[in-house]
């Protein structure tokens, strides 16, 4: 009987509340197409404008083209439950904007942005920069330190120029 009690705390009671309760945000696509690999730090864009980030340390290979996804919450975390994909994915929800790179000048030493602005990229972080290819979305953090270019999943340091 004892050991009945220790499993049930384990097994039920521990969860619920280390994980909290699961709550209904929106039912939603994904943005686009899912090519290729799922990571920490992949960014999803949403219909609705959302965008979430995966904070799971996971490494999934997936195609698949405007999934409908379900997103959970349980602030600060989200649980996307993405059609065609087996598991849920933990992801935090950005704030910040995405942009379009529309030119790039020194390879990848400027990228100059759809709304005209410049950014400078650090020398060690141009061999991402200057491969990439225009126009491509990016995610720029709310403290203007770090570019992500959404299709790649690459985070590069950046710095506003004007």
């Known amino acids: 009987m004892r050991k009945e009690i220790v499993l ?28 290729g690999k799922i990571s920490h730090d992949y960014i999803f864009v949403t219909s609705s404008g959302n965008l979430y980030q995966v904070s799971d340390y996971i490494y999934l290979y997936e195609y698949l083209y405007y999934p409908n996804v379900i997103v959970l919450e349980d602030d600060p975390f ?26 790039v000048h020194s390879r990848g030493e400027i ?37 992500i270019n959404i299709e790649e999943g690459i985070k590069i340091w950046v710095s506003k120029l004007k």
């Open 8 to 35: 049930l705390i384990i097994f039920i009671l521990v969860p619920l509340l280390l994980f909290g309760e699961w709550k209904f945000y929106e039912e939603t696509t994904i943005k686009g197409k899912i090519s």
């Open 78 to 103: 989200y649980k996307l439950i993405i059609e065609g994909i087996d598991e849920s994915l933990l992801c935090k929800k950005l704030e910040g904007n995405i942009r379009t790179v529309v030119k």
């Open 111 to 147: 990228l100059i942005l759809d709304d005209r602005t410049l950014w400078s990229v650090p020398k060690y972080d141009q061999y991402h920069s200057g491969w990439w290819l225009p126009p491509y979305k990016v995610y720029i953090t709310p403290d203007e330190l770090y570019m």
